[in-house]
């Protein structure tokens, strides 16, 4: 085998960038072409914060989960802090289901719930912002300089 050059791996960029020659059908005049310089959508960004938002509520909501499964002393400060923010979200599922367990390990039927109704939430949020947000945008540059018209 050959040995092959090593790969750069491209920096991530939040924007597409595409080059290419557009013309108009039927004509063959050279100011009619123009070269598209950047896609972008810029709704993108909203449903991406969706999806962070609730992600990070589901991702509370899981850790609370775990923690009372593992039985967690209540009055540690990470489990402390987790109850505590987690209380908020879990104040519309407060006693919609048994817990199920003994006095050291606990499962809770209604952070289950919770889990699943905050990720359906989150993916229609995401939904509707690209439903109202999303366009393509694309910016071309003309190959001439003369005004539309001449």
Do not use: H
């Not at 939040?14 to 039927?26: D, I």
């Not at 990070?56 to 402390?80: E, M, Q, T």
């Not at 540059?141 to 539309?148: F, I, M, N």
Request: net charge positive; glycine share 8%.
């Amino acid at each position: 085998m050959e040995p092959r050059e090593p790969v750069e791996p491209e920096p991530p960029e939040s924007r597409v960038r595409e080059e290419r020659q557009v013309t108009n059908p039927g004509t063959t005049g050279p100011g009619d072409s123009a070269e598209v310089v950047s896609t972008f959508n810029p709704g993108w960004r909203a449903v991406q914060l969706a999806y962070l938002v609730f992600g990070v509520i589901d991702g509370l909501l899981l850790i609370r989960l775990v923690l009372k499964l593992l039985g967690a002393n209540p009055r540690a400060g990470f489990s402390n802090w987790i109850y505590s923010v987690t209380d908020i979200f879990l104040g519309p599922f407060k006693n919609l289901l048994p817990t199920v367990g003994n006095e050291q390990s606990l499962l809770e039927l209604s952070t289950v719930v919770a889990i699943l109704v905050y990720a359906l939430i989150g993916w229609a949020v995401a939904r509707l912002f690209a439903i109202i947000f999303y366009r393509n945008v694309t910016v071309r540059r003309r190959s001439d300089l003369r005004p539309r018209g001449y």
